[in-house]
């Protein structure tokens, strides 16, 4: 049986993650060189706003049920080519697709309906992340 503790818990790697991924996105932008160098900054600058939203969100949910939203960024691999780099995110985002039906799951389990919902469009958004990358690692 699921405890809100578990939850917490769950949504407190979440929080490490996405704020690991705002770092890590903003780190690739910057060893982003040449043409593509450049459409892999307008990306990533897109795509950290909805990892910052999503960290925002988490940090709240946190808060609400009572627990202490950590503040620690999951260390995250700096490999030096783009394909890497982007192989490596790729790998990443399905990690936090997984991870968020997980806790969609844990959360409905709990009665908590907002949250389940929510918790499956951030999955949502980041498989949408997941498939900007693949399109652009298939023309690498
Ligand atoms: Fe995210
Ligand atoms: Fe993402």
Known sequence: MATKEDLIKGLNEDLAAELGTVIRYTYQASKSYGLMGM??????AEETQDELGHAAFLTDVIVDLG????????????????????????????????????????????GLVELKMKLEEMAADEAGHARELRRILKGL
Do not use: N, W
Not at 39 to 44: G, S
């Open 39 to 44: 459409e892999l900054r307008e990306l990533f």
């Open 67 to 110: 627990g202490e939203p950590t503040t620690m960024p999951k260390q995250f691999e700096k490999p030096e080519s783009i394909k890497a780099m982007l192989e490596l995110d790729l790998e990443m985002e399905r990690q936090d697709v997984e991870a968020y039906m997980a806790h969609a799951s844990l959360a409905e389990e709990l």
